[in-house]
C-alpha cells in the first residue's frame, strides 16, 4: 500500500522534526513500528511529474513533460504500453487499485470530454479500480472519475474562491453535487471499503495507490480539527491528513491485512510553506531545508519517506540511504522476483535492503537527479549537490538569476557541511562542478540511471 500525501513538508512531522507545531500521530506511529528515510527526493518538485515517476520508475524529464504539471483536461501522460508498478504487480497475480488525485491526464485527445468514456484511463496503465479527482483540487473540472468515465459530468460552473491564504481553488466546470470539503473523506472512505473488499480475498496479494488530495490547497480542514495545530488552517489541513492516514491504517489491521502488507507513506514534494508563512508562524513545513515546493534547493523535493512491514522491518528504523520516489518500481520487482526488463523502470533502484537490512540483490542508488518546477536541474551524489544555474527554478524568488561578470553561473553546495544551501561553492571548487555535471550528462543522454 502507497499512501501519498500532497504537498506535505518534511518538517510537518513529529518523527522528522521535533518542533513541529502539527499533531501527527499516525505518521509517528507508523515511523516508529517501521523505517523512516531522511533523505528520500521526489524525483520533481511539483506533483504531475513525480507521480509519473512514482509509478514507471522514470523521470519525467524524459516524457513529453519538460517542466510544470498537467492541467485537467490534458490527455494521458503515460506512454502507451509503457510497464508501471500496477502493471508489473497485476502480472505477478497482485489486485491492483489507485484511489485519489490521479492528475496524470485521461484519453488520447484534448481537451478531455468528461461527457464521454475515456480510451486511456488508470486501467490502462495496470490497475483494475481507480476512484479519484483528475487533478489537485483548486483545478478544473472539479469531477469525481471512477474508472474510465466521470461519476457526474461536470455540467455546472463554480466562479472560484480566493480568500485568506491557502482557501483557494481557479473558476471553471463543475460536478453539479461536488463539495470540496468532502473530497479528502470520500477518498479516505473508498479506501477503506477497498481494503474491506481484499479482507474477502486474502489469499489474493493487493496494491493499493493512495494519492491523497490534501494538504494541497484548499485547505479545507473539517470542524473537528480547526485549532488542532499551530500553523493555522494548513496546519489544522495537515492534522486531517494525519487522522485520514489513522482511518486507512486501523482498517488494515481491523480488516486482518495488517501484517502481510507493506505500507508506505510519502510526499510528492515539499510543502507550499512561503515566506510569508514562516513569517507569520514558528511552524517550520519544511524543517531548516531551504525554499519551498516546486524549487530546486532541498525543500522542494526532499520528502518524509516511511516503510512499514512486521516481520520484515525492523521497529524504529532509521535509514540515510538516498532514495528517490522512483524507486518503487525496482523493489516492487525485487520483492516479487520479477526481473525488468530492458527500457523498464530506468531510474528506479531497489530500497528494499536499505528497509530490512537484508543482503542486497543489485548495486544501491549513489546520486539522484533533482528536477524544479521549471525545468530546472540538479544533481546530488554524497555530500554534493550541483545546480544547473542560479535562482530556485521554481516559486522562490528569484526564480531565474542571470550571472554576472566574474560570478557563478551555477550552484555548488556541500550538504554536509551546509544543509541550508547557503555557501555557493561553485567557483571554488571547479573539479566537483566538472564531475558532477559530466555525471548528470550522462544520465540524461544514455537515457537510464541504472547500468
Given at each position: ?5 500532497d ?12 518542533a ?7 505518521y509517528?506511529?507508523v515511523a516508529?513500528?517501521?523505517?523512516r528515510?531522511?533523505d528520500c527526493?521526489s524525483p ?8 509519473y ?5 522514470r523521470?519525467c524529464w ?5 517542466s510544470g504539471?498537467?492541467q485537467?483536461y490534458?490527455r494521458?501522460?503515460?506512454?502507451p504500453?509503457?510497464?508501471t508498478?500496477?502493471?508489473l504487480?497485476?502480472?505477478a497475480?497482485y489486485?491492483t487499485?489507485?484511489v485519489?488525485?490521479?492528475h496524470l ?8 470530454d468528461?461527457?464521454r468514456p ?7 496503465h ?10 489537485s483540487?483548486d ?6 472519475v471512477e474508472n ?6 461536470p455540467?455546472?460552473f463554480?466562479?472560484g474562491?480566493n480568500v485568506?491564504r491557502?482557501?483557494?481553488w481557479?473558476?471553471g ?5 461536488f463539495?470540496?470539503e ?11 471499503s477497498?481494503?474491506?473488499e ?17 494538504p494541497?490547497?484548499?485547505w ?7 485549532g ?5 488552517i494548513?496546519g ?10 489513522g482511518q ?7 480488516q486482518?491485512?495488517e501484517?502481510n502488507?507493506?505500507?508506505?507513506l ?9 515566506p510569508?508563512d514562516?513569517?507569520r508562524?514558528a511552524?517550520?513545513s519544511?524543517?531548516?531545508w531551504r525554499g519551498q515546493?516546486?524549487d530546486?534547493?532541498?525543500a522542494?523535493?526532499r520528502?518524509?519517506f516511511?516503510a512499514?512491514?512486521?516481520g520484515?522491518i ?7 540511504q538516498?532514495t528517490?520516489l522512483?524507486d518503487l518500481?525496482a523493489t ?17 533502484f531497489s ?9 542486497a540483490k543489485?548495486p544501491a542508488?549513489t546520486?539522484v ?5 521549471q525545468g530546472m536541474f ?6 554534493w549537490k550541483?545546480i544547473e544555474g ?11 538569476a542571470t550571472?554576472v561578470?566574474g ?9 554536509s557541511a551546509?544543509a541550508?544551501?547557503s555557501?555557493n561553492l561553485y567557483?571554488r571548487?571547479?573539479?566537483m562542478?566538472?564531475?558532477?555535471g ?12 541504472r547500468?
Open positions: 500500500m502507497y499512501v501519498l500525501a504537498d506535505l513538508g518534511w518538517g510537518d512531522l513529529h518523527c522528522y522534526n521535533e513541529s507545531a502539527v499533531p501527527t500521530p499516525n509517528d506511529r516508529r513500528e517501521g523505517v528515510f531522511t527526493h520533481s518538485s511539483v506533483c504531475t511529474p513525480t507521480r515517476g512514482i509509478l514507471t520508475g523521470y524524459r516524457s513529453r513533460l519538460k504539471v498537467l485537467g490534458d494521458a501522460l503515460i506512454e504500453g509503457r510497464a508498478a500496477a502493471s504487480l497485476k502480472s497475480g489486485s487499485a489507485a485519489g488525485k490521479w491526464g485521461f484519453g488520447s485527445t484534448e481537451p478531455v468528461y461527457s475515456f480510451d486511456i484511463s488508470p486501467e490502462s495496470g490497475f483494475d479500480y481507480y476512484f479519484g479527482i483528475p487533478a483540487l483545478f478544473e473540472p472539479y469531477v469525481y474510465n468515465r466521470a461519476v457526474e459530468p455540467t455546472a463554480t466562479p474562491l485568506p491557502g482557501v483557494f481557479r473558476q466546470k463543475v460536478a453539479p453535487s463539495v470540496f468532502d473530497v479528502l473523506p470520500v477518498v479516505t472512505k473508498k479506501a477503506v477497498y481494503l474491506g481484499r479482507a474477502r480475498q486474502p489469499e489474493k496479494p493487493f496494491f493499493l495507490y493512495l494519492p491523497l488530495t490534501g494541497h490547497t484548499p479545507l480542514p473539517a470542524r473537528a480539527f480547526e488542532k495545530s499551530r500553523a493555522g494548513y489544522d489541513f495537515v492534522a486531517m491528513v494525519d487522522d485520514a492516514v486507512v491504517m486501523t482498517a488494515l489491521r481491523e486482518g491485512l501484517q502488507t507493506l505500507v508506505v510519502t510526499s510528492d514534494n515539499g510543502a507550499h510553506w512561503t510569508e514562516r513569517e508562524f511552524h517550520r519544511n524543517a531548516y515546493k516546486a530546486i534547493h532541498d522542494g523535493h520528502v518524509p516511511i512499514r512491514w512486521p520484515k525492523a521497529p524504529g528504523t532509521v535509514s540515510g538516498l528517490c522512483t518500481m516492487a520487482a525485487e520483492i516479487n522476483g520479477v526481473p525488468l526488463k530492458q527500457g523498464e523502470a530506468e531510474d528506479s530500497f528494499l535492503a536499505a528497509a530490512t537490512g537484508q543482503a543489485a542508488r546520486s537527479v533533482h528536477h524544479s518546477a540538479a544533481i546530488r551524489r554524497g555530500e550541483l542560479l535562482g530556485s527554478g521554481g516559486f522562490t524568488e528569484p526564480r531565474k550571472p561578470p560570478g557563478p553561473s551555477g550552484q555548488l553546495y556541500n550538504l551546509d541550508g544551501e555557501d567557483q571548487r571547479p573539479d562542478v566538472r564531475e558532477l559530466a555525471e548528470l550528462n550522462g544520465i540524461r543522454t544514455r537515457g537510464r540511471s547500468n
